[in-house]
């Protein structure tokens, strides 16, 4: 597609439940990202993705995160028993893979803003 | 480890004055330093990147950056600030020696308010 595409745009849930974020990103990038902002505030990474592995996952806040990509495309990000500190912005991005040069470009999502309640 | 500061919260400048939002970072290597503004409710936009080779590098919206290596210092600039540059401005940074962490760090952000 011409951008990363992330669904939903919005998404009100009830505490306790779970919900899963989708994210299409740049046709051809190999490299996905998934970054939170909560309200107000900078980019906290979460998750990073290289075709369908994911070499660093140190930014998931808890076991209750958790995210997959299928295809060397889609990825998913899943919050099971969501909790009202999950509120925030979940922001995907992509990048052209990273064999040789790490300075590629990321580009971002519109995001999927999250309020839990 | 790698790590981007933004010591301003906010910025205020007049429309048509030239404008500055500072950056610095920490890193082992040599640093891949990006740009990026967020209008409201909305992501992140690329502005502009120094991977290598000119200090001073130009970016989208009349936008440029400055690379001093010495001062670890990679502050965004404008000649003639714009009201419609009003928005939230984000530094991040690689460390090109980190092959494991991938991923950039972004600063806290700055919030840029042109007055007209």
């Known amino acids: 597609g011409a951008g990363v595409s992330q669904s939903p745009s919005n998404k009100v849930t009830e505490k306790g439940k779970d919900v899963e974020l989708r994210c299409d990103p740049i046709s051809g990038h190999t490299a996905l990202y998934w970054y939170r902002q909560s309200l107000g505030q900078g980019l906290e990474f979460l998750i990073y993705?290289?075709?369908?592995?994911?070499?660093?996952k140190s930014g998931l806040p808890s076991d209750r995160f958790s995210a997959e990509r299928t295809g060397g495309s889609v990825s998913t990000l899943t919050i099971q028993r969501t909790q009202q500190e999950d509120s925030a912005v979940y922001l995907c991005?992509?990048?052209?893979?990273?064999?040789?040069?790490?300075?590629?470009?990321?580009?971002f999502g519109e995001g999927s803003w999250l309020t839990v309640v | 480890a790698q790590s981007v500061a933004q010591p301003e919260d906010q910025v205020n400048v007049a429309e048509g004055n030239p404008l500055t939002v500072k950056c610095t970072y920490s890193?082992?290597?040599?640093?891949?330093l990006f740009w990026y503004v967020q209008y409201p409710n909305r992501g992140l936009q690329f502005l502009l990147k120094y991977i290598t080779g000119d200090n001073l590098v130009k970016g989208s919206y009349g936008f440029e950056a400055e690379f001093n290596k010495s001062q670890t210092s990679f502050h965004l600039k404008k000649p003639s600030a714009l009201v419609s540059d009003s928005a939230l401005y984000f530094c991040a940074v690689r460390d090109s020696m980190d092959t494991g962490r991938r991923a950039l760090t972004f600063g806290s952000g700055t919030r840029l308010q042109v007055q007209p």
């Open positions: 993705f290289q075709g369908n592995s994911a070499p660093d």
């Open positions: 890193v082992s290597g040599n640093p891949y």
């Open positions: 991005a992509s990048s052209l893979g990273l064999s040789r040069s790490s300075g590629n470009t990321i580009y």
